[in-house]
T-cell receptor
Framework: DTGVSQNPRHKITKRGQNVTFRCDPISEHNRLYWYRQTLGQGPEFLTYFQNEAQLEKSRLLSDRFSAERPKGSFSTLEIQRTEQGDSAMYLC????????????????FGEGSWLTVV | AQKITQTQPGMFVQEKEAVTLDCTYDTSDQSYGLFWYKQPSSGEMIFLIYQGSYDEQNATEGRYSLNFQKARKSANLVISASQLGDSAMYFCAMREGGSGTYKYIFGTGTRLKVLA
């Protein structure tokens, strides 16, 4: 079973450009999450999907951010008109609602996509 | 408000020795879960161990154990027999509510360096 896959792993972009990150969750995981992590901080929740439905968005997710999961499998996170403050690592995670482990619904993360806005 | 506090920005430990990474939390919920994740330099967050708020026994997973003190609201991670590969950032996280809850709150992490 492959883990959560994210690409690109690194992206350097000029301020004002648009960027898109892709996440492929663990096969058959029906929940998918996006988190953002800046230097010296832990991950912060951005948004979450159950199947193709986006069920919650954090107030951290400004109007310039949009996430989709069109077929309930992979997801994309697009940032429009990037700003230097968007520089961070964007982590994707997935889980399954029928996780029968003691933790139940443990989320498993990908390796993240590093964004640098110059 | 929910909060996770990790007061140790960095820790050193000699190879083969045990080390404790501190984590305290704040929640008003009765049902919650506590997690530890390891983040090596590659960036991936690796799930290590879980403790449920109603679990009476401390969780263990191989060389990892969680020292859960509910009254003190602490969930310290103990790594026994440290290995060089344990050098990484370690994050404590909390999930409020039951397993249907999706939002995790993370602390700021502790950077562990294992010395040869």
């Amino acid at each position: 079973d492959t883990g959560v896959s994210q690409n690109p792993r690194h992206k350097i972009t000029k301020r004002g450009q648009n960027v898109t990150f892709r996440c492929d969750p663990i096969s058959e995981h029906n929940r998918l999450y996006w988190y953002r992590q800046t230097l010296g901080q832990g991950p912060e929740f951005l948004t979450y999907f159950q199947n193709e439905a986006q069920l919650e968005k954090s107030r951290l997710l400004s109007d310039r951010f949009s996430a989709e999961r069109p077929k309930g499998s992979f997801s994309t996170l697009e940032i429009q008109r990037t700003e230097q403050g968007d520089s961070a690592m964007y982590l994707c995670a997935s889980s399954h609602t029928r996780d029968r482990s003691p933790a139940g619904n443990t989320i498993y993360f990908g390796e993240g996509s590093w964004l640098t806005v110059v | 408000a929910q909060k996770i506090t990790q007061t140790q920005p960095g820790m050193f430990v000699q190879e083969k020795e045990a080390v404790t990474l501190d984590c305290t939390y704040d929640t008003s919920d009765q049902s919650y879960g506590l997690f530890w994740y390891k983040q090596p330099s590659s960036g991936e967050m690796i799930f290590l161990i879980y403790q449920g708020s109603y679990d009476e026994q401390n969780a263990t997973e191989g060389r990892y154990s969680l020292n859960f003190q509910k009254a003190r609201k602490s969930a310290n991670l103990v790594i026994s027999a440290s290995q060089l590969g344990d050098s990484a950032m370690y994050f404590c996280a909390m999930r409020e509510g039951g397993s249907g809850t999706y939002k995790y709150i993370f602390g700021t992490g502790t950077r562990l360096k294992v010395l040869a």
